[in-house]
């Protein structure tokens, strides 16, 4: 197994956070008031750093470290994952792909704990309502709406 890089990206008052191996990605996290800046030459790297200068990327050929979530979360990331560049959709929608309404709430639990910021695109999930909805990353619904920004969303 290939051992565990890290790569740091500055982005929104932050810096992001990029954890992989040569054959997953094991996570990407914001780092809230630390601009870091240390870039690997790497592919996903690179595709981060395109995101982060705007250009639309997707990251859906990227394969997820496996273990870092339950069985059901990794359902509703792979759901999330479908949610194209520059749109959004409710937890709802995620919800009625599982089955019913009745997972919304759920839902927002597995979102609020995915490792994969932006690759599992949790800042483009709002409430069915339009309102922005919460956002567990550090830097908040600020760091959600800046994302939503990047991407030609205005909420």
Request: aromatic share 14%.
């Amino acid at each position: 197994m290939s051992s565990l890089m890290y790569s740091y990206i500055p982005i929104y008052h932050g810096s992001l956070e990029i954890s992989f191996t040569d054959e997953y990605l094991y996570g990407v996290r914001y780092l809230h008031g630390r601009v870091l800046d240390r870039r690997l030459d790497h592919y996903i790297v690179s595709l981060f750093e395109d995101y982060v200068y705007g250009k639309r990327v997707t990251f859906s050929d990227i394969e997820l470290a496996p273990g870092r979530g339950t069985i059901f979360d990794y359902r509703v990331w792979s759901i999330a994952r479908e949610i194209p560049y520059g749109e959004v959709r409710s937890y709802g929608w995620i919800a009625d792909r599982l089955g019913g309404r009745r997972y919304s709430r759920a839902v927002a639990r597995s979102l609020s704990r995915n490792p994969f910021l932006i690759v599992v695109p949790c800042h483009r999930v709002v409430y069915s309502s339009g309102g922005i909805g919460g956002f567990s990353s550090e830097g908040g619904v600020g760091l959600k709406r800046f994302l939503l920004e990047l991407e030609g969303i205005r909420l």
